[in-house]
């Protein structure tokens, strides 16, 4: 049982260019979430899904974008890419009670 | 919506000690939880520990526990008989049916000293 599995781990990307990290899930969770950490802060809400066609925005989506065309995968896009987008992400799924899924992270440097 | 408050930033601690991690929260929803995660330097999230608002006992789990208080909207962790590897970001995280905009509070940073 893999759980979530996020690619790339690593990634540096220059100002100006655009990427995907990929998130899969193999639980069938009907949540998911994506989440930001800057260095030696918290977690901060980017967008999260609670199925299938369905995505909202959370504490800080601007510079991303989103889709959930299935239940396994919720892939997040950014689109110019800037240096206040290095960080590390965190993709999550839940369902009900039994908690929150992580990945194992992707760390993003853009430069 | 639900909102989460960790208001240490950092908690020292000396070995074999307990320590308790606060956490309040604010919510809406008539029927909600609270997880706490830990994050060690190696980055990845740990599942702890969850207590349900309609739980009749406090949740535990080995040597953490909560001491989950509805009327003050708290819900701390407690850390009994610390050890080095317990050194970790501490996040604490609300459920609730109405509140899928999960947002975690800020964390405490946990420090062991031997």
């Known amino acids: 049982n893999a759980g979530v599995t996020q690619t790339p781990k690593f990634r540096i990307l220059k100002i100006g260019q655009s990427m995907t990290l990929q998130c899969t899930q193999d639980?069938?969770?009907?949540?998911m979430y994506w989440y930001r950490q800057d260095p030696g802060m918290g977690l901060k809400l980017i967008y999260y899904?609670?199925?299938?066609?369905?995505?909202d925005k959370g504490e800080v989506p601007n510079g991303y974008n989103v889709s959930r065309s299935t239940t396994e995968d919720f892939p997040l896009r950014l689109e110019l890419a800037a240096p206040s987008q290095t960080s590390v992400y965190f993709c999550?799924?839940?369902?009900?009670?039994?908690?929150?899924?992580f990945g194992s992270g992707t760390r993003l440097t853009v430069v | 919506a639900q909102k989460i408050t960790q208001t240490q930033p950092g908690m020292f601690v000396q070995e074999k000690e307990a320590v308790t991690l606060d956490c309040t929260y604010d919510t809406s929803d008539p029927s909600y939880g609270l997880f706490w995660y830990k994050q060690p330097s190696s980055g990845e999230m740990i599942f702890l520990i969850y207590q349900g608002s309609y739980d009749q006992q406090n949740a535990t789990e080995g040597r953490y526990s909560l001491n989950f208080q509805k009327a003050r909207k708290s819900a701390n962790l407690v850390i009994s008989a610390s050890q080095l590897g317990d050194s970790a970001m501490y996040f604490c995280a609300p459920w609730g049916r109405g509140g899928f905009k999960t947002i975690f509070g800020a964390g405490t940073r946990l420090f062991v000293k031997a």
């Open positions: 999550a799924s839940s369902w009900s009670t039994d908690g929150y899924t």
């Open positions: 639980m069938n969770h009907n949540y």
């Open positions: 899904s609670v199925g299938a066609g369905i995505t």
